[in-house]
């Protein structure tokens, strides 16, 4: 298949773009694989792309039950940031964020990736207290992150009311400018048709059902839908659907799978130019290329898979809109959809090895995993290479549920993204 | 929404009357000084997520205030029963097959 370029455009532009090749095979399962990695979200592809690229030959599968980008990367509101409380996290998302950049020339496909600046309002004391310990911690790091003044976020984000009389004033605001946002789609399509072309097999309604292991305790096969493939080396990135696959190899992990809702309105003209989080009003919200506000609400309170969420809490993401901006609230909504967010208890993701050998995890990206899609991809393909965590997964090993070693990320963020 | 019978009150009422309490039966180990950091971890942070029937705690928070457990699907949200503390009806868990 050849590069997209201005000439390959302009060539099938002649042809109406009738002629525009399929992007990655359709290939059946083989019998063995090296890797198989189960998964086709973003995660799972980037991961097959990377372990393809740095660490091959290798024979590797992506099994995905249903498309590849039908799960949450497919129903993210996309924003990407690196400004996490801790060393960690803010490593490991940074490193993300390096690969965003390059990203669309790396894969030959324009991920749309969109550096518009993330901006997360300050409503009260409590707010400016712990921004501004963030904008500290990151600047330690070489991580950018600023304080704006009300004026100053203005003037970035001319729609801010900075009247100091409303309800939730804006007190100042949070900003990086490298955060962003991508087309979630792109993503998934991008990693599938790089990594196909490096030789993945990349393998759509295929279910994996069982897990099987060898007498020896490490894993051999995986049993699917349409049958049996044999492997030593199994990546689990299923994201909500994790514990069923860890339940199929004996394990029980520390994870809770909830619904996690969002929207878009009708489109409009270009009114919105970065992305605007306030975590005590609790909303989120951009616009995307096409022109649709795109927000963001909360996880529901309780364990479900059913990708449906009540739709009082979307509703509340929206009462929480129309109180930021007003001029919103004749707008139509278009259309709302659920996720499935595979949270941790510190809201950090759970990278590397599994008690069961031969079987490596990815997952726990919660509320906010798209933003780390290529780090994420690109540690555990060398997790998996090495059998050995990457050192910046390292710290997000299975073991710090019993250590107590947690990256607390979750009273840091306190809202979802 | 969710539309929730309180066995205490045997009444269905909006979920928004609710609080969800996570994962029911989960029982705190007796003697805390003999308890190994494994079992502390499984005790404090393991859960078994199910992907279907789970078995789970709710408070009446905004009514009669008190707990209870339910075992609801986790794939259609439905609830399959509630009851109330002390109690453990017997349901088959049966286990999705997705063959
Ligand atoms: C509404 C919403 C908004 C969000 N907003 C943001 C945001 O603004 N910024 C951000 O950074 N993150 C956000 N997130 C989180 C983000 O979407 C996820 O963390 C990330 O996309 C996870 O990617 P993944 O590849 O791990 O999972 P997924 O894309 O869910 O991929 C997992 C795949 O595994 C497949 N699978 C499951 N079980 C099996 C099986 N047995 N056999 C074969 N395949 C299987 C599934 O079909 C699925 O395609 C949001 C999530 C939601 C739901
Ligand atoms: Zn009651």
């Not at chain 2, 859960?47 to 609801?72: T, Y």
């Not at chain 2, 949200?77 to 009851?83: A, G, L």
Request: contains cysteine; hydrophobic residues 40%; proline residues 5%.
């Amino acid at each position: 298949m050849s590069d997209f370029s201005l000439l390959t455009l302009l060539q099938h532009t002649l042809s109406n773009h009738r002629k525009w090749p399929k992007q990655w095979r359709s290939p059946a399962p083989k019998a063995s694989y090296d890797v198989v990695i189960i998964g086709g979200g973003g995660h799972g592809l980037a991961t097959a792309y990377y372990l393809a690229k740095n660490h091959g030959p290798l024979r590797i599968a992506v099994l995905e039950k249903g498309w590849i980008g039908g799960g949450n990367t497919g129903r993210n509101t996309t924003i990407i940031r690196s400004n996490y409380l801790w060393e960690a996290s803010a490593n490991l998302y940074d490193h993300a964020l390096k690969l965003w950049a390059n990203l669309s020339s790396e894969l030959n496909y324009n991920v749309m990736f969109s550096p518009r600046g993330v901006m997360m309002l300050a409503h009260s004391i409590h707010d400016e207290q712990i921004f501004n310990r963030h904008i500290r911690a990151n600047q330690l790091l070489g991580i950018d992150n600023e304080w704006l003044t009300p004026q100053e976020a203005k003037q970035f984000c001319p729609v801010l009311d900075i009247d100091q009389n409303r309800r939730y004033p804006i007190r100042g605001a949070a900003l990086q400018r490298r955060g962003g946002v991508a087309r979630h789609d792109a993503v998934a399509w991008g990693y599938a048709r790089a990594a196909d072309r490096l030789g993945v097999d990349i393998i759509q309604n295929c279910e994996v059902i069982d897990i099987e292991k060898g007498t020896d305790g490490a894993v051999r096969a995986v049993e699917t839908n349409r049958g049996r493939i044999e492997s030593e080396r199994i990546g689990a990135v299923a994201a909500g659907n994790t514990s069923v696959i860890m339940g199929m190899a004996g394990l029980r992990i520390p994870l809770e799978t909830y619904p996690l809702q969002a929207l878009v309105s009708e489109p409009v003209k270009p009114i919105f130019p970065c992305v605007v989080m306030s975590n005590t009003v609790h909303a989120y919200i951009s616009q995307s290329s096409k022109g649709e506000l795109v927000i963001g609400a909360s996880t529901d309170q309780y364990v479900s898979y059913s990708q449906t969420g009540g739709l009082h809490i979307a509703s509340h993401a929206l009462e929480a809109v129309n109180e930021m901006f007003p001029m919103f609230r004749r707008l139509r909504m278009l259309r709302s959809w659920g996720g499935r967010v595979d949270v941790t208890v510190d809201r950090s993701p759970i990278i590397g090895k599994t008690p069961v050998p031969g079987l490596f995890v990815n997952c726990g990206w919660g509320t906010g995993g798209f933003k780390a899609t290529p780090g994420s991809g690109h540690v555990f393909a060398a997790t998996i290479a090495n059998d050995e965590p990457h050192h910046l997964a390292a710290p997000f090993a299975l073991s710090r549920f019993v250590s107590g070693a947690f990256i607390d990320e979750a009273a840091a963020a306190a809202v979802s993204h | 929404m969710l539309l929730i019978t309180c066995p205490y009150c045997e009444e269905s009422r909006p979920e928004l009357e609710f609080h969800y309490e996570g994962e029911a039966h989960i029982a705190r180990p007796l003697n805390p000084t003999t308890v190994s950091d494994e079992e502390w971890a499984e005790f404090l942070y393991v859960r078994s997520n199910s992907r279907g029937p789970h078995r789970e705690r709710w408070r009446h928070l905004h009514g009669c205030g008190r707990f209870f457990n339910a075992i609801r699907d986790t794939r259609t949200d439905k609830f399959i029963i509630t009851y109330r503390q002390g109690e453990f009806p017997e349901h088959e868990i049966v286990e999705e097959t997705p063959k």
